[in-house]
């Protein structure tokens, strides 16, 4: 396949090109710089603008572009920051995709689509939930509109369990510095998947042309906040005396805490379940191992 790749440089896009050229597929990266590899096309979102001949002969396009959620507290600025940062890419991405008649556009989503689930299992049929969170998600789903005739996939992706970067990589730190702990009441779900998973479900995705739609990116068992500081704790052979609780994550992180820190959902994949799937870390224990061993 020749697969055209947007946010190729994130730590998840990274993973992904390197796998994708593993398996022998063709990559294109589009960067918004001047192009200075023989793999890279420019490309500006803002302008609608996407070097000719950029998707010439794709099979599929990938989007993984968008704002970190919990890189800065939330203001209506940061709000606005992170929502031009995935529809504005993606409503280009979707409308080049349909021009140039690509099958297949892969697009990012996020598990907070549904909100704060409590401990009921949601799949990739339940519907939105509410907050900014879900709004963010469903306005980033909206925007692959103009691709609808084509496959669309939305990846509705969890807590990325990776020593090299996102949440749990800025968490690993605290834990060896023994400042771990439970966060809230510790109760709240938290829908995770190793980033191995995460790129052996996206080349999936690209090589099963039956797929399409919701695709809950999640290991098949989710778990508390409580049992995620048990199992990374003891990952790292430190203690995890710490809680920290609800209104002091308020205080410290805004608007984001409750939605993003002590809200949670119990996702599961049925779609990758139904597809026949292999998930190489379908336990929590084996795969913080991996990321913290390397």
């Not at 002969?57 to 800065?72: F, P, Q, R």
């Not at 704060?116 to 980033?140: H, I, K, M, N, Y």
């Not at 994949?269 to 990321?291: D, I, M, N, S, T």
Request: net charge neutral; aromatic share 6%; with cysteine.
């Amino acid at each position: 396949m020749r697969v055209v790749v947007a946010g190729s440089s994130g730590f998840i896009g990274t993973a992904l090109v390197a796998a994708l050229r593993g398996a022998e597929h063709e990559v294109v990266r589009l960067v918004r710089r001047r192009p200075a590899a023989p793999d890279e096309r420019g490309w500006d979102p803002p302008a609608g603008r996407i070097d000719a001949g950029a998707l010439d002969g794709a099979d599929a396009v990938v989007n993984l572009c968008g704002a970190g959620v919990g890189d800065k507290r939330w203001n209506h600025a940061r709000k606005q920051v992170l929502l031009d940062s995935r529809t504005a890419p993606t409503e280009v991405l979707a409308a080049a995709v349909a021009e140039h008649g690509v099958p297949t556009l892969v697009n990012a989503s996020a598990i907070g689509y549904y909100g704060d689930t409590g401990d009921a299992v949601v799949d990739e049929t339940a519907p939105s939930g509410t907050g900014f969170l879900a709004e963010l998600c469903r306005q980033w789903e909206a925007a692959t509109e103009a691709a609808a005739e084509q496959r669309v996939v939305r990846l509705r992706t969890g807590l990325v369990i990776s020593g090299t970067g996102g949440l749990f990589g800025r968490l690993t730190p605290l834990f060896r510095f023994f400042l771990g702990g439970r966060l809230g009441d510790g109760r709240q779900y938290m829908p995770w998947i190793s980033l191995d998973d995460v790129i052996g479900a996206i080349v999936f995705v690209l090589e099963h042309e039956a797929i399409s739609g919701p695709v809950n990116l999640t290991a098949p068992s989710p778990v508390t906040n409580a049992e995620f500081t048990r199992t990374l704790a003891h990952a790292l052979h430190r203690p995890a005396p710490w809680v920290v609780p609800g209104f002091a994550l308020r205080a410290v992180l805004g608007e984001i805490a409750g939605e993003g820190v002590l809200a949670g959902q119990r996702a599961v994949p049925k779609v990758l379940e139904r597809h026949g799937f292999h998930f190489q870390h379908p336990a929590l224990g084996a795969a913080v191992a991996v990321a913290v061993n390397g």
